[in-house]
């Protein structure tokens, strides 16, 4: 019985990361600069965590960081140049970020 309520707990964990990161992609999604500001900050934090990292890209996370690396303030381009930055170390993410247009985001971020 101990195994099973290890994997449960693992799923739980899972599921309630998943809601986090959901949220957040949402909040940076939203039109208020100040929530933008607010949950870059946030994704920043949760782009630390590599296990976090495939949620962050499943649920549309580098898009919407690679559209405020083109459109967003020059504060909310920061948090996106971090937040991309850890992204990279996962291999998956690393490829989705150059299909999505972002390595060439940094680097007009970087002029």
Same mark, same amino acid.
């Given at each position: ?55 962050? @890209?499943? @649920? ?37 970020? @150059? ?13």
């Amino acid at each position: 019985m101990p195994s099973r309520l290890r994997v449960d707990d693992k799923r739980r964990s899972a599921n309630e990361a998943e809601n986090e990161v959901d949220k957040v992609i949402n909040m940076v999604k939203s039109e208020s600069d100040t929530q933008k500001k607010e949950a870059l900050n946030e994704l920043v934090r949760l782009t630390r965590d590599t296990d976090k990292h495939k949620a962050i @890209r499943e @649920r549309g996370g580098i898009e919407s960081l690679v559209t405020l690396a083109i459109s967003g303030t020059n504060q909310q381009k920061l948090y996106v140049a971090l937040a991309l930055s850890n992204l990279t170390r996962n291999e998956n993410n690393h490829k989705a970020i @150059r299909e999505r247009g972002g390595i060439e985001s940094l680097v007009t971020l970087a002029i």
